[in-house]
């Protein structure tokens, strides 16, 4: 599920229960860890921001295609973590990498064309992971079926679990 979309419609399926159950996991943290599910989705930046500034600044093509691997987020997930107060860093952190990992891993269930993904891991290592092949970038099914679940657990969240 490459799209931007669908990646924060996952989130809120399968974190949102969470809060209902831990009172640590609170609606902050969902907001955190989507945005980590974002991060990788850096490296589209050019479908929405022209850089042809910043290329001509560097006096060279801005590639980043390189951000959606998880060395470059990790790094991405530190800066970020940066931004919350002392005590709560490593909490930002991990949060900002559930949605970085999560991200990868739904890319993992795109059709591509020899079976194997992008080095995913890379700085770590250049292994190519087998991917699942089951929907195409273009398919609608996906984002059909995850905004009814998304749409029927903010119902039942703010029906059901806003009385108790």
């Not at 490593?90 to 949605?99: E, N, T, V, Y």
């Not at 739904?106 to 190519?128: M, N, Q």
């Amino acid at each position: 599920m490459p799209d931007l979309l669908s990646h924060m419609l996952i989130v809120y399926i399968l974190y949102k229960p969470t809060d209902w159950f831990f009172s640590w996991f609170s609606y902050r943290a969902l907001g955190v860890v989507m945005i980590g599910a974002m991060l990788p989705d850096l490296a589209k930046i050019r479908l929405v921001l022209p850089t042809e500034p910043i290329d001509q600044m560097l006096g060279q093509t801005l590639i980043l295609s390189g951000i959606h691997r998880l060395g470059p987020t990790t790094v991405l997930a530190c800066i970020g973590a940066m931004l919350f107060k002392q005590g709560k860093r490593r909490q930002a952190f991990s949060w900002l990498m559930a949605g970085v990992g999560l991200h990868l891993a739904l890319d993992l269930t795109v059709k591509r064309a020899g079976g194997v993904a992008p080095p995913y891991l890379y700085p770590f290592t250049w292994w190519e992971p087998p991917v699942l092949n089951l929907l195409q970038s273009s398919d609608m099914w996906p984002y059909i079926i995850t905004s009814l679940i998304a749409i029927s657990i903010w119902i039942v969240d703010r029906r059901v679990m806003s009385t108790q």
